[in-house]
């Protein structure tokens, strides 16, 4: 399987969660009413 990588605009950001459901690993949660992926996450 070929992975995606989700990138989060968090200037664009509105909150909807989309990005929580595609991401198959469970590392993006919602903080701040935002999208945010853990920086380890991102390594």
């Known amino acids: 399987m070929l992975r ?3 990138w989060i ?3 664009r950001c509105n909150g ?3 990005c929580i459901d ?3 690993e469970g590392a993006i949660g919602m903080e701040g009413g935002k999208g ?3 920086a380890r996450a991102l390594l």
């Open 36 to 38: 945010k992926a853990p």
């Open 4 to 6: 995606k990588i989700i």
């Open 9 to 11: 605009d968090e200037g």
């Open 22 to 24: 595609a991401c198959h």
């Open 16 to 18: 909807c969660g989309l």
